[in-house]
């Protein structure tokens, strides 16, 4: 084991994958000399050189095109948005062409692309820079998405998405990039459609995924003081969901709240509160809870930035909430 | 490759393919016989099929909503498209794709597209790998002239230009839009005036003149494969049948309009071309175009005997595995 | 009371809006002397001339900026997507800019836009031309979303949803279009945000929207004779949701059903359904169920396109699901 | 309007005051006085506000991520401005819109844009407005270089040109996108070129001439102002400052490219005529520059004191009544 950045996890995978297959090629702006708008890519120009580790001009959509023509013939793309805000200009290739294209095709050739977008607020960058939109793409068939918490996941979860033969969403929290893991000296893949326990618990079950999960981690360790054992469930892949896992931790606890930083409204946590509904009904003791970012476009200002996603403190509260129901 | 005597004689029988399927088609929208919607290109035969020809193993083709041309310039088994339009298993698409869709990867076909303008990032994606692997193919970029107006369009050309990539951008300018005209929809004449905002070449032709279509693209595809980077034709043609089956009042355009372009009928010249030149004589013209509606009415038996695709297909191409 | 169409609503209220306000003017590929995709905008070019029924080139992306700017400037844009699969195409401008420009200057400027979209599956279009976004709006604070389910509502949600001063993004449904209904004479408004009950019922609820309240109608009406109670809840506005409409008729019925066409998972019914689990918890006798498209992108069969979505046959086998639990 | 002596020293004055307050911004950034990032347009200030000084009452403008100097050109109170970079209730956007949102409606601003490009369809639309209400007023469209890449400066382009729009698209080409250098993203050496496929005219000038840029641009503004539709500015500068607060190492460019071009400073160019041509003398010079920073200084002090927005102001402005 070693440890590393989110970063230097998410470099590795795509060295790593770039050495196995030759078929492996990067493209975005400003992701070879400049390393990428949050320094991902840093080097790896150099190492691949500007054949496979390609600059391009700010034509987002084009981007996502050309990958998705690119993965049709047999390469397999890993693009970059430089922040998952500009996927708006993605959407058609993503939604209209890359979901679709194995489906109204009848297989006739399959998508292996990988679009990367840096998401999350908390860097002060404003309203047009700092939203989490991972709902809307689980609400595309055909798209897988992924969205690591950790160093180790973000190495493991890419490099099997950049094997998976599907478009995989990889979403990135930009708070995340420097945060610090383990991660083993050996190759390890982790599979697409798993969700992780975070940490074993017995009276709520907290479902969470990127960022929001670390703030669940504090809050479980301050509610342990006060005796209150929260069952945390990493979901790794949002789509396609690992519900087993999320069902047989309520059957458990009984009591679940939803943990995520994108918008309450149409989140994801409506998904599977609704799931928890219709699977696990009888086993609940209290309402599900969802604690989400408020219905509002991010402000830039540091404290009103804070105050529209959930912090830890909001955690812990509403983990004592669900424990009187 | 130059144009000889058996290859004109091929093009012919591509074109009255076309032609027939498409009226046939016509015929079964008007009387309900199909689901969904299509758009004919009619008029148009000399360009998508004459463009197409030019093309040899291992070169690709996105194409457009109005494709049957194209997909026949491609080498489309008719019964395969015509189940398609049925929706049944049999068609290229198992049912999945409809007349937006057809697609063929074996003939180089990457499939049509119902987003206008879709096929430019596969066009661009396609051409990439070829550059990638240092392949000497090209890909035919099929156009509408109401593409050109999308920003991918934009996009897609100053990115084929700088990577240098092996496109052919081959816009037929049917002078329509649905219902607006090119001299509503932009300032400039020529849409091959546009390229020059890239950098990249363009050729302006007779897109109702098949030889001149054929040796024309012949020499654009010549130099996108010997390593130029990408070309830009336009085919200056016409839709000749309205936009798609909802298409009927046609207040956009006068009946004179048409009238004058079905004069210039592409099939009719070639026709005339083929007789004048003695490469065929019209015994053996009207052969062909027996024989051609013997096998679409073949394929329509087909495609109707065909079965409609069950259920259980629906999970199954989602995700490749 | 007169008897019209859902599409001959639409155009009475652009019509009547346009001769109100004469900076109400329509912008779109197709509008004019076509009459859009659908027809809806039929004559008006005749009626108001090319400086207020504007067509424009295949360009959707900057019709949609265009508006933004027109919008914050003063005018009233009422703008067509040709089908609602194109904003895809729209995306940023709607979402990064329409959506956010009030809250971002602070409400140095609002955006009095309104974006009509032909949406839903049934008339063999395929996967591109079939889908059914709306919940992606709905994960967009600043916009509002309706979609009016008969002529009635088309009709006054539209007159509202122009006069309003926000982005109100307005689904049309394709099979809609031709179905006849009766509308007053007189001027009327639906006000944005309140649901109507469609139907009294005591034994469920059923909460939907669009083209399939028709099809709850329908099941109701066989569902009666075999003694099932229907309430049918027709949302019009889905944001933001009239929250009480529904919780009041769960606290009644305490069985409920959402039945919509968009793909399930990341659907508007998660959202709807945890806002029950949270606000109407403890009256529920049954879970909550959904009844909503297939994950899958629309099929061109017409065979398969029908068995993708909710059939009345679908929701009349749920129904009696339902009362058994 | 010509180019009054009285003007040319307010220019000057504005260019110092975008100079003196971006260095002061550099400062506080490195210090982490600041919250979110900044897009400094030092060397810029030539292009930015010699273009904005054209704008008549009723003009608009709408403004880039890299927006200070342009902001100061549509007459924007530092003060204002720096509460808006502290994220203070006092600032132009009441702490809510920060850097790369700056606007200020009541100056004509429109608001700077996050989104590259992102101004292009307001700008569209605030020039259609003056159209539709047939008013003598035109846009101002701010764009970078990198910018006219987009989709949507194609789309915007083209639907300017058809519909007679008044719109000046005002590209300040500082041969950078981050770390693309125009001769990587584009084949065309000028993006005037860019303007003939949609049939504008366009105009090249040296951004760095604060003369030339005002006079060239004047004359277009005019044009446009007179009905003749829009027209494309190409401003040639250069970004001195890093792109962001987080380009630090700057691999992509070498010391000798920038420091060629700090040769040729704006501020330094204008002094230079200014005393050339007795308009003012270097004491009046000197004391402008202590006014404006006496200025900054206070605007700093302000921002400081202010208030930061108490959170009951989020729910008021997402939706207008
Ligand atoms: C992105 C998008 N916008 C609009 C449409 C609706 N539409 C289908 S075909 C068409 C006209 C296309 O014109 P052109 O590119 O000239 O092709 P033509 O139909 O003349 O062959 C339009 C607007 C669409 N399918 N996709
Ligand atoms: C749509 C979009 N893509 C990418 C970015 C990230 N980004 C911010 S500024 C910038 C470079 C813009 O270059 P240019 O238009 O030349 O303006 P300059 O920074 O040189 O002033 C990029 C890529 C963005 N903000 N928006
Ligand atoms: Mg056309
Ligand atoms: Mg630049």
Same mark, same amino acid.
């Not at chain 1, 990135?172 to 991660?183: D, F, P, R, T």
């Given at each position: 084991?070693?440890?590393?950045?989110?970063?230097?996890?998410?470099?590795?995978?795509?060295?790593?994958?770039?050495?196995?297959?030759?078929?492996?090629?990067?493209?975005?702006?400003?992701?070879?000399?400049?390393?990428?708008?949050?320094?991902?890519?840093?080097?790896?120009?150099?190492?691949?050189?500007?054949?496979?580790?390609?600059?391009?001009?700010?034509?987002?959509?084009?981007?996502?095109?050309?990958?998705?023509?690119?993965?049709?013939?047999?390469?397999?793309?890993?693009?970059?948005?430089?922040?998952?805000?500009?996927?708006?200009?993605?959407?058609?290739?993503?939604?209209?062409?890359?979901?679709?294209?194995?489906?109204?095709?009848?297989?006739?050739?399959? %998508?292996?692309?990988?679009?990367?977008?840096?998401?999350?607020?908390?860097?002060?960058?404003?309203?047009?820079?700092?939203?989490?939109?991972?709902?809307?793409?689980?609400?595309?068939?055909?798209?897988? %998405?992924?969205?690591?918490?950790?160093?180790?996941?973000?190495?493991?979860?890419?490099?099997?998405?950049?094997?998976?033969?599907?478009?995989?969403?990889?979403?990135?929290?930009?708070?995340?990039?420097?945060?610090?893991?383990?991660?083993?000296?050996?190759?390890?893949?982790?599979?697409?459609?798993?969700?992780?326990?975070?940490?074993?618990?017995?009276?709520?079950?907290?479902?969470?995924?990127?960022?929001?999960?670390?703030?669940?981690?504090?809050?479980?360790?301050?509610?342990?003081?006060?005796?209150?054992?929260?069952?945390?469930?990493?979901?790794?892949?949002?789509?396609?969901?690992?519900?087993?896992?999320?069902?047989?931790?309520?059957?458990?606890?009984?009591?679940?709240?939803?943990?995520?930083?994108?918008?309450?409204?149409?989140?994801?946590?409506?998904?599977?509160?609704?799931?928890?509904?219709?699977?696990?009904?009888?086993?609940?003791?209290?309402?599900?809870?969802?604690?989400?970012?408020?219905?509002?476009?991010?402000?830039?200002?540091?404290?009103?930035?804070?105050?529209?996603?959930?912090?830890?403190?909001?955690?812990?509260?509403?983990?004592?909430?669900?424990?009187?129901? | 490759?130059?144009?000889?005597?058996?290859?004109?004689?091929?093009?012919?029988?591509?074109?009255?393919?076309?032609?027939? *399927?498409?009226?046939?088609?016509?015929?079964?929208?008007?009387?309900?016989?199909?689901?969904?919607?299509?758009?004919?290109?009619?008029?148009?035969?000399?360009?998508?099929?004459?463009?197409?020809?030019?093309?040899?193993?291992?070169?690709?083709?996105?194409?457009?909503?109005?494709?049957?041309?194209?997909?026949?310039?491609?080498?489309?088994?008719?019964?395969?498209?015509?189940?398609?339009?049925?929706?049944?298993?049999?068609?290229?698409?198992?049912?999945?794709?409809?007349?937006?869709?057809?697609?063929?990867?074996?003939?180089?076909?990457?499939?049509?597209?119902?987003?206008?303008?879709?096929?430019?990032?596969?066009?661009?994606?396609?051409?990439?790998?070829?550059?990638?692997?240092?392949?000497?193919?090209?890909?035919?970029?099929?156009?509408?002239?109401?593409?050109?107006?999308?920003?991918?369009?934009?996009?897609?050309?100053?990115?084929?230009?700088?990577?240098?990539?092996?496109?052919?951008?081959?816009?037929?300018?049917?002078?329509?839009?649905?219902?607006?005209?090119?001299?509503?929809?932009?300032?400039?004449?020529?849409?091959?005036?546009?390229?020059?905002?890239?950098?990249?070449?363009?050729?302006?032709?007779?897109?109702?003149?098949?030889?001149?279509?054929?040796?024309?693209?012949?020499?654009?595809?010549?130099?996108?494969?010997?390593?130029?980077?990408?070309?830009?034709?336009?085919?200056?043609?016409?839709?000749?049948?309205?936009?798609?089956?909802?298409?009927?009042?046609? *207040?956009?355009?006068?009946?004179?309009?048409?009238?004058?372009?079905?004069?210039?009928?592409?099939?009719?010249?070639?026709?005339?071309?083929?007789?004048?030149?003695?490469?065929?004589?019209?015994?053996?013209?009207?052969?062909?175009?027996?024989?051609?509606?013997?096998?679409?009415?073949?394929?329509?038996?087909?495609?109707?005997?065909?079965?409609?695709?069950?259920?259980?297909? *629906?999970?199954?191409?989602?995700?490749?595995?």
């Amino acid at each position: 084991m070693k440890e590393i950045t989110y970063k230097e996890a998410l470099r590795e995978a795509l060295s790593e994958e770039m050495i196995r297959d030759e078929n492996v090629f990067l493209m975005g702006h400003d992701i070879g000399i400049y390393g990428g708008g949050f320094g991902v890519t840093e080097g790896l120009v150099l190492q691949f050189g500007e054949q496979r580790v390609i600059d391009t001009p700010i034509s987002e959509a084009i981007i996502a095109g050309l990958a998705t023509g690119a993965a049709i013939s047999g390469l397999r793309p890993v693009i970059e948005a430089m922040f998952s805000d500009f996927v708006t200009l993605m959407m058609d290739n993503i939604v209209n062409q890359a979901a679709k294209f194995s489906f109204m095709s009848a297989s006739q050739a399959c %998508v292996p692309l990988v679009l990367r977008m840096p998401a999350g607020c908390g860097t002060g960058a404003g309203a047009q820079h700092s939203q989490s939109l991972e709902a809307w793409m689980c609400h595309v068939p055909g798209l897988k %998405v992924v969205f690591p918490s950790n160093p180790y996941e973000a190495k493991g979860l890419m490099k099997a998405a950049i094997r998976d033969n599907n478009p995989v969403i990889f979403f990135e929290h930009k708070l995340a990039y420097s945060s610090i893991g383990y991660v083993p000296e050996d190759e390890y893949v982790i599979p697409i459609g798993q969700a992780n326990i975070m940490r074993k618990g017995n009276h709520i079950t907290m479902v969470s995924y990127g960022h929001s999960v670390q703030k669940c981690l504090m809050a479980a360790a301050h509610l342990k003081e006060i005796g209150i054992s929260a069952e945390i469930i990493d979901l790794r892949t949002l789509y396609p969901l690992d519900e087993a896992t999320i069902i047989n931790s309520v059957k458990k606890t009984g009591r679940v709240m939803i943990v995520h930083e994108a918008v309450k409204t149409g989140g994801l946590g409506g998904e599977i509160s609704a799931i928890l509904s219709e699977k696990a009904f009888s086993y609940l003791k209290a309402p599900i809870l969802r604690i989400a970012g408020k219905d509002v476009p991010i402000p830039f200002s540091k404290t009103l930035e804070e105050a529209c996603v959930p912090q830890i403190q909001d955690i812990e509260n509403a983990a004592k909430r669900l424990m009187r129901r | 490759m130059s144009l000889t005597n058996e290859k004109i004689t091929i093009m012919y029988n591509k074109m009255v393919t076309a032609r027939l *399927l498409e009226e046939m088609l016509h015929e079964m929208f008007s009387e309900h016989m199909l689901h969904g919607t299509t758009h004919l290109g009619i008029g148009q035969e000399a360009s998508g099929i004459g463009a197409c020809m030019t093309l040899r193993d291992g070169d690709k083709a996105t194409l457009t909503h109005r494709n049957h041309v194209q997909c026949i310039g491609l080498g489309m088994n008719v019964k395969y498209l015509l189940a398609e339009m049925f929706g049944k298993e049999t068609g290229t698409n198992s049912g999945l794709g409809g007349s937006m869709h057809l697609m063929d990867l074996k003939n180089g076909n990457l499939g049509a597209n119902g987003i206008v303008g879709g096929g430019l990032g596969l066009a661009l994606g396609a051409a990439f790998k070829m550059h990638y692997h240092k392949e000497e193919n090209v890909v035919m970029c099929f156009l509408g002239d109401g593409a050109t107006n999308e920003g991918l369009f934009h996009e897609a050309l100053n990115l084929a230009s700088i990577k240098n990539l092996p496109v052919v951008f081959f816009v037929e300018n049917n002078h329509y839009a649905v219902s607006m005209n090119t001299s509503r929809s932009m300032k400039v004449t020529d849409i091959g005036q546009r390229a020059n905002a890239y950098g990249i070449r363009s050729i302006i032709l007779d897109g109702n003149d098949a030889i001149d279509v054929y040796n024309m693209t012949f020499s654009a595809v010549q130099y996108v494969r010997e390593g130029n980077g990408p070309i830009l034709i336009e085919s200056k043609t016409y839709r000749v049948a309205g936009h798609s089956k909802s298409d009927v009042k046609q *207040l956009y355009r006068s009946q004179e309009e048409v009238d004058a372009w079905v004069a210039k009928d592409p099939i009719k010249r070639l026709e005339e071309y083929i007789l004048k030149n003695n490469i065929a004589n019209s015994e053996m013209l009207k052969e062909i175009n027996t024989r051609v509606m013997d096998e679409i009415r073949e394929a329509v038996l087909f495609a109707q005997n065909s079965l409609d695709p069950s259920a259980d297909i *629906l999970n199954k191409h989602i995700y490749a595995k």
